[in-house]
């Protein structure tokens, strides 16, 4: 004696995942033909932990113990005009106040170790 299915849609579910991971298949690699960006942008910059944003405002450099190089960064608002620049870092931990900024809103970065770009990045500071 057969059954009535009563619940159908627990009877479809194995074809429709099978469905939807054939199409997937099929979606991937016309996504990589049709992409705006070919390479992964999110990945071109990683975060060292070199520089790092305090809940106060203040901005903290701590290098690395043993950092063999020449680091230096550069400080541009958010319209990419450069504010300052610290040509060499000398000691393993440096702290800059929010006040050097001169007021408040969205800053960029870049940190330089021996002329080659290591990290870019943003952070905000409030009023």
Request: with cysteine.
């Amino acid at each position: 004696m057969s059954y009535p299915i009563t619940q159908p849609v627990k009877a479809l579910i194995p074809g429709i995942v099978l469905l939807l991971l054939a199409m997937g298949v099929q979606a991937s690699n016309l996504a990589a033909k049709n992409a705006l960006c070919i390479r992964d942008t999110a990945r071109l910059y990683r975060h060292t932990g070199i520089i790092r944003h305090e809940r106060n405002g203040d901005i903290v450099i701590a290098l690395p113990a043993g950092a063999e190089g020449r680091y230096r960064v550069r400080f541009f608002d958010d319209k990419e005009a450069l504010l300052f620049e610290i040509r060499q870092i000398r000691d393993p931990l440096l702290i800059i106040e929010k006040y050097n900024f001169g007021h408040a809103g969205r800053f960029l970065y870049e940190l330089y170790r021996d002329n080659g770009l290591v990290e870019r990045a943003s952070f905000q500071i409030g009023s």
